[in-house]
């Protein structure tokens, strides 16, 4: 018999997360730019309830060019006062700086993987602890919540749902990383 994650039981009313925990929490990405969604939406959760963080998605979209990598890297002083600025999103300078600093970062790992995807693929049988070390030396303003709460929603690492939860079974088909 499946059920859904306690989480899901216990907040039925809250469509937002229900809603990302159907379509989302734990798929596998394939494009770049949604991985660094992923990464930007995570580290702005920082301190504060996921909760905030999905009804601020679209406007961090509209903010953060789409989460367009190459976009994001070339911000300027401007851009930087422009988010600061936006009630629509978490106006936090660390936070800020990091997307900027992390798309950057992503754009140097190209040089060497070809892509973000590439680089997570390349490090997949890593312990979580691992990751955690890897992802502090590659970008900024990634602790060990932020690094775990990324890699389970994108695949990286196993738990995102329990396993009689429905969701469990579509993410399996799709032979997520923590798969592989």
């Given at each position: 018999?499946s059920?859904?994650?306690d989480?899901?039981?216990?907040h039925p009313?809250?469509?937002y997360?229900?809603e990302?925990?159907?379509r989302?929490y734990?798929?596998p990405?394939?494009n770049e730019d949604?991985?660094?969604e ?9 301190g504060l309830?996921w909760?905030?963080?999905l ?5 961090f ?17 401007e851009?930087r006062q422009?988010?600061l600025?936006d009630?629509g ?5 660390l936070?800020v700086e990091?997307a ?5 970062r992503?754009?140097a790992?190209r040089?060497?993987h ?5 680089w997570?693929?390349?490090q997949?049988q890593?312990s ?5 070390k890897?992802?502090k030396?590659?970008?900024?303003f ?5 690094v775990?709460e990324?890699l389970l929603s ?5 738990g ?8 469990y079974?579509q ?6 990383p923590?798969m592989?």
């Amino acid at each position: 018999m499946s059920s859904y994650c306690d989480y899901c039981n216990t907040h039925p009313e809250d469509t937002y997360n229900r809603e990302y925990h159907d379509r989302l929490y734990g798929f596998p990405i394939q494009n770049e730019d949604e991985l660094f969604e992923r990464l930007v939406l995570e580290i702005n959760q920082a301190g504060l309830s996921w909760i905030t963080i999905l009804k601020k998605a679209d406007h961090f979209r509209l903010a953060y060019a789409g989460f367009n990598i190459e976009k994001v890297a070339a911000f300027n002083d401007e851009d930087r006062q422009r988010l600061l600025n936006d009630a629509g999103i978490i106006r936090n300078r660390l936070k800020v700086e990091a997307a900027i600093t992390n798309a950057n970062r992503i754009l140097a790992l190209r040089a060497g993987h070809g892509s973000m995807k590439s680089w997570l693929d390349s490090q997949r049988q890593l312990s979580l602890d691992e990751w955690t070390k890897l992802f502090k030396k590659t970008f900024v303003f990634t602790g060990g919540e932020i690094v775990k709460e990324f890699l389970l929603s994108t695949g990286y690492l196993p738990g995102a749902h329990d396993e009689t939860c429905p969701v469990y079974q579509q993410i399996a088909s799709l032979n997520p990383p923590w798969m592989a």
